[in-house]
């Protein structure tokens, strides 16, 4: 034994004996949080502001939907809409126009009743241009919204938001938008306090301290407790939410874990209640010894290699489509990232909605060689020097280190590798500085139009220079005119064809979350949002 | 003496200026700015971003507004954390870090310079190999190695100890601070020990020994002093760097301290953030190595002589 | 004679001297042999290693040290051993060139600093502090996106960071020395300022010279890991010491191998470079030369 294992159990058993109930034995965090009802939840990262019309992370997400609400919710199980603070809607025949009942007990954590003046206040101050609301978009299909937001207009009267009397909301919109309940149920769409920002300084500015714990006015199933910055944020149970009596948890701690190690150690010690995720190496370990800690669900994203088209030996979309085919997806997600993804060969995740895209192309490396020789490469020769540009990190490294192998043993193509860090890798890819770059897509709502319409001509989320007019028509005219479902999705199948006709992408597979909770935590069904009703939930250690 | 600290205390104001202008435009250079996102940034929105930060001015102003604002002690507001100035967070980390920092400041010094004396004693002999063996282990394992294999083996093997956290339960503060000195403490024993046998073969410890002084006395009292150079040396920068605080131990451990911030405003471009972190560890460097430079005075009574000689 | 020529006749015999005692310490022997044996592996790398170093077996992922593997596969199938040695390659040159040019740059900065004293060493001295404070991750960005990935820059950036500390400390050796008789002795026979630093100084620093050096070799070979991290350094499927242990690190429940032998492969580096360093300054030690 060396000197200093020595003197680390010399400290180690002096400190033991002066902390008794540190070491070992006594209830565990989670134990404890089981008997008062606190959840503890791995947060994945420190929430940058909570701000709804600001913010645009996952764990920002999960703080701001247990303290504020939109004018609907989710039912966490199918994840159809059911009422928020609208106790019931109205929907024009036509499809245009919504108007909003709201419940007349809703009350903001301060006393003050909620109306559709909140709401009609809210929205203008998401979408009015100093704020920089990145997720201003989400309010375009409001007729006006977009002419709003990027400064075309400054009346906001002119925008289809109207307050009929305190409880009633009509909302008027461009086009037929049937995923358009869903995005009020996003945190963008949710009402904040006017009096409370305008307490705390300019409201249609960034920089306030209106969020603080003891300024923070919500109107959710939770109150803001605490906010230690990089510690933890507490909320506790709002006794003054209309549906409170529903409500059993009496708190929920976030704690801003980025370590996905640390994670996993914090929750084996019995830290925490729920994880954001688990590191790839553990899930099969997890699977095998404890199954009941680790849930693995389909999630409404996917991963996929952009290409650029300005790229000479990738222009041409034989040579895209060998790449494509020669990859073994099966293998991949097998073995290589291991957490249950399902093998992609179409860009819309399977039952979006209702919608799937049929498979585009099969796994074929005889196919791919000899479209490859088509193209004038027969066996890799001759192919230039070809570079796969990814963001730092131990996941993607491992896919592109896999399928670099593939590209090279299937086709006899070199391909290098580069990683560089996140905001080198976006002004990259934004610039076209790249030739075959990783990618991921997570639909903003259950749609199959969050996944198709960032493929239009010049669309900000393309980035690889493809573009087709068809596509374009098929997006941005078919589907939102389309009178019924059935033909709005015939609409999207025939683009999607398009684009994997064309591939200016390589589909790698459909996502996955795995994560860790324990067996104590009870109302949390999965759905492909990863999305949590926290007033559903509720602590329930097994007897 | 104090002329000599007031010296370099007018020295620093030149450094703290180079380092606020070149950091200043270095990181202004660097790809990507602090508003990219996965999602594309539509226009009117990075214009918004951009006028509300000064980011559309001119460079030169935007330089000389922020120097105006850094003179009235005002760091600015993050701009990853737009509810958030950058004064706030940094004295939010501070006590953490300053704690974190202090133990394993302290372990180091005291392990590394007994370890580091105990060898020199006998050099070539067990008692030598062991705690230099035992130095060289704790080089061979970094911290983001150390960390977890502690939290392993203590937190959840044995459970002795919490796995994270700080100041939440007793006993959480041992295993970040033994992770965090491990290193240094490595460092500081090969030094000390360097150092020691360096002096011990010189003629005046000679003399001491010659005079019949007892030998821990010669070793403590004359030795000591002159062995400790070469880590004095080291534990300026060394220092100033453990209370900037750890990136890999905070993680590791969940502490809430300023390591993170000092790593993450680089990767998130958080322009004020990078300048409010560098001017803080630039102050740590500046008044570390002057404390360093007092150390290594007052151990070496030759150069306490010149620098009076040169006040005089 | 002049006192030059005296001292060169007195230099030659010095290095004799000191290579017997080197070559009588036998901890230092075994450390230096064990040195040259991993460089000559890593030279040979290309014609012993067991297998193409890109060489994946997905559906076997990592395995155990076996007959086949005889450290195991990562966790794409590879063959540890080979990955190793291919990894000891960019690992050694990194500990080597960097921490030579942080050795070079350091122990002339530190000394010209030392013993100049006075302006000069307050302006060389701040210029120091000044380059410990700059945000070092923007610097290496910096470099990355202005002259793309490179080994050779890889080199250069450790070594422009490391000399720094390499100069303070050789700084408050030469400071100390400087008073001393032996140098007062060799201002006053009227040898050149070069003549001191080169023979006198420069030789009696060497001690913790040493001893740094030897400490910093492994710790640049870390460095290195996170420098590929953020795209400078090295590139997939290339692999270095650095990178194996940090991805190791990660899996070390589940999969120890991983972690242990580029581990034990680092250590007995750093083993055999202290010994070796010790040994060194023993064998250099002017004061022994002279009992």
């Not at chain 1, 909302?171 to 949710?190: A, E, R």
């Not at chain 2, 630039?282 to 010149?306: G, K, S, T």
């Given at each position: ?543 | ?190 030094l000390?020990?360097g150092g020691?046998l360096e002096v011990?073969s010189q003629d005046y ?21 002159g062995g400790?150079i070469p880590?004095v040396a080291f ?58 430079d007092?150390?290594a005075v007052?151990l070496n009574?030759r150069l306490?002589?010149q ?6 | 004679?002049?006192g030059e020529?005296l001292q060169a006749?007195r230099g030659v015999?010095l290095w004799?001297?000191a ?83 942080a050795l070079l740059i350091g122990v002339l900065y530190g000394t010209i600093a030392g013993y100049a004293g006075g302006?000069v060493d307050a302006?060389m001295m701040?210029?120091v ?34 000399w720094?500390t390499m100069a303070r400390i050789v700084r408050g050796q030469v400071q100390t020395l400087k008073q001393q008789e032996f140098i007062e002795a060799a201002v006053s026979l009227g040898l050149s300022r070069w003549t001191i630093i080169r023979r006198h100084l420069i030789p009696n620093t060497l001690g913790p010279v040493i001893v740094y050096t ?66 060194l300054r023993?064998a250099l030690d002017p004061r022994i030369a002279k009992?």
């Amino acid at each position: 034994m060396s000197f200093r294992k020595i003197h680390a159990l010399l400290v180690l058993g002096l400190s033991c004996a002066l902390a008794l109930s540190a070491c070992g034995g006594g209830e565990t965090r989670v134990e404890a949080g089981d008997r008062e009802q606190i959840l503890h939840w791995g947060n994945g990262a420190e929430p940058q502001e909570l701000d709804p019309h600001i913010v645009t992370g996952v764990p920002e997400h999960h703080i701001i939907i247990a303290l504020l609400e939109g004018l609907v919710l989710k039912d966490p199980a199918t994840l159809e809409i059911i009422p928020g603070v609208a106790e019931r809607w109205e929907i024009s025949a036509d499809g245009l126009i919504y108007t909003f009942h709201l419940r007349a007990d809703a009350r903001w954590s301060n006393g003050d009743p909620v109306t559709a003046g909140d709401f009609a206040w809210s929205w203008r101050r998401a979408l009015t241009p100093s704020l920089g609301n990145l997720y201003a978009y989400m309010y375009f299909p409001i007729r006006n919204a977009e002419a709003f937001a990027t400064g075309k207009i400054d009346d906001f009267d002119q925008v289809g938001v109207e307050v009929l009397d305190e409880h009633t909301l009509r909302v008027t919109l461009n086009h037929p938008t049937p995923y358009f309940l869903q995005l009020l149920d996003h945190y963008s769409m949710f009402p904040v306090h006017r009096a409370t920002l305008e307490k705390h300084g300019d409201p249609f500015q960034r920089g306030s301290d209106w969020t603080r714990a003891g300024n923070f006015v919500g109107n959710g199933p939770f109150v803001l407790a605490e906010w230690q910055l990089n510690k933890v944020v507490a909320v506790a149970k709002n006794p003054g939410y209309w549906d409170a009596e529903r409500v059993r948890l009496n708190g929920i701690r976030y704690y801003p874990v980025e370590n996905v190690s640390t994670e996993e150690r914090m929750f084996r010690a019995g830290q925490l209640h729920v994880t954001g995720s688990i590191p790839p190496d553990k899930i099969a370990v997890y699977r095998k010894e404890s199954p009941e800690l680790l849930r693995t669900e389909p999630y409404l994203g996917n991963y996929f290699y952009r290409f650029n088209l300005d790229v000479p030996q990738l222009a041409d979309p034989r040579v895209r489509r060998a790449l494509a085919m020669s990859i073994d997806r099966e293998q991949i997600v097998e073995h290589v990232t291991q957490g249950g993804q399902i093998p992609a060969y179409a860009f819309t995740p399977p039952d979006t909605l209702g919608y799937t895209a049929p498979p585009a192309f099969a796994h074929d490396p005889e196919a791919a060689r000899a479209l490859l020789a088509e193209a004038g490469y027969p066996g890799g020769q001759g192919f230039p020097p070809t570079e796969l540009l990814y963001n730092t990190s131990e996941g993607h490294r491992k896919l592109a280190v896999a399928i670099q192998q593939m590209w090279k043993r299937e086709l006899g193509i070199e391909i290098t590798l580069n990683n560089q860090d996140w905001k080198v890798y976006l002004d990259s890819v934004n610039n076209g500085n790249y030739q075959i770059a990783r990618a991921g897509w997570i639909g903003d709502y259950v749609d199959p139009n969050s996944f198709l319409d960032m493929w239009v001509t010049d669309g900000g989320n393309n980035r690889t220079g493809w573009s087709d007019p068809r596509y374009d028509q098929l997006v941005l005219e078919c589907a939102p005119r389309a009178p019924d479902r059935e033909r709005r999705y015939r609409c999207f199948q025939e683009a999607e064809a398009l684009l994997m006709e064309a591939m200016p992408i390589i589909p790698v597979y459909f996502a996955t979350r795995n994560y860790l909770t324990r067996p104590s935590v009870r109302g949390m069904p999965p759905n492909l949002l990863g999305y949590p009703l926290f007033k559903q939930i509720h602590l329930q250690a097994a007897d | 003496m104090p002329r000599f600290i007031l010296h370099r205390l007018l020295q620093a104001l030149p450094v703290l200026l180079v380092v606020v202008t070149a950091t200043f435009f270095l990181v202004r250079l660097a790809p990507g700015g602090p508003f990219s996102d996965e999602k594309a940034v539509p226009a009117e929105v990075q214009r918004a971003l951009e006028a509300r930060y000064r980011l559309d001015q001119p460079l030169a102003s935007q330089y000389l507004s922020y120097l105006g604002d850094l003179v009235r002690g005002d760091f600015g507001p993050s701009f990853r954390y737009p509810g958030r100035s950058v004064d706030e967070m940094i004295f939010a980390g501070l006590p953490t870090t300053a704690e974190l920092g202090l133990y394993a400041l302290l372990i180091s010094l005291v392990l590394g310079t007994a370890a580091g004396v105990v060898a020199a004693l006998r050099p070539n002999s067990a008692q030598d190999y062991l705690p230099m063996s035992a130095a060289m282990i704790g080089i061979c394992l970094p911290s983001f190695l150390l960390g977890p294999l502690l939290i392993l083996v203590f937190g959840i093997w044995l459970d002795w100890m919490p796995v994270s956290g700080w100041g939440n339960v007793p006993g959480d503060k041992i295993l970040p601070a033994l992770t965090l000195a491990s290193g240094y403490t490595a460092y500081v024993a090969r030094l000390s020990r360097g150092g020691m046998l360096e002096v011990l073969s010189q003629d005046y410890i000679r003399t001491a020994r010659a005079k019949g002084l007892p030998e821990w006395i010669v070793v403590l009292k004359h030795g000591l002093r002159g062995g400790l150079i070469p880590v004095v040396a080291f534990a300026g920068p060394a220092f100033a760097g453990l209370l900037s605080g750890s990136f890999v131990v905070e993680t590791i451990f969940q502490i809430p301290g300023l390591g993170r911030f000092y790593v993450q405003a680089a990767f998130n471009r958080d322009y004020t953030m990078i300048m409010g972190t560098t001017i803080f560890f630039a102050v740590l460097i500046v008044a570390f190595n002057l404390l360093a430079d007092i150390a290594a005075v007052w151990l070496n009574p030759r150069l306490r002589h010149q620098y009076r000689k040169r006040a005089s | 004679m002049s006192g030059e020529a005296l001292q060169a006749e007195r230099g030659v015999s010095l290095w004799r001297d000191a290579w017997l005692r080197l070559r009588r310490n036998r901890l230092a022997v075994a450390g230096g042999v064990t040195l040259i044996l991993l460089c000559v592996l890593a030279l040979l790398t290309p014609w012993i290693a067991p297998y193409d170093y890109r060489a994946q077996d997905l559906a076997l992922g990592a395995s155990p040290p076996s007959a086949a593997h005889w450290l195991g596969t990562d966790t794409l199938g590879r063959d540890l051993l080979t990955h190793v040695l291919w990894g000891g390659r960019i690992s050694l040159a990194v500990g080597f060139v960097a921490t030579g040019v942080a050795l070079l740059i350091g122990v002339l900065y530190g000394t010209i600093a030392g013993y100049a004293g006075g302006r000069v060493d307050a302006v060389m001295m701040r210029l120091v502090d000044i380059l410990y404070a700059l945000p070092f991750m923007i610097f290496i960005i910096l470099l990355m996106v202005i002259f793309g990935r490179n080994l050779v820059l890889l080199f250069l950036a450790i070594g422009a960071v490391e000399w720094l500390t390499m100069a303070r400390i050789v700084r408050g050796q030469v400071q100390t020395l400087k008073q001393q008789e032996f140098i007062e002795a060799a201002v006053s026979l009227g040898l050149s300022r070069w003549t001191i630093i080169r023979r006198h100084l420069i030789p009696n620093t060497l001690g913790p010279v040493i001893v740094y050096t030897t400490l910093t070799i492994p710790s640049v070979m870390l460095l290195e890991a996170f420098l590929s991290f953020l795209g400078l350094g090295i590139q997939p499927p290339a692999s270095s010491w650095g990178l194996l242990i940090s991805y190791g690190a990660e899996t070390m429940e589940e999969y120890p191998w991983l972690l242990i032998f580029p581990g034990v492969a680092l250590s007995i580096t750093l083993f055999s470079l202290n010994f070796l360093g010790d040994g060194l300054r023993d064998a250099l030690d002017p004061r022994i030369a002279k009992d």
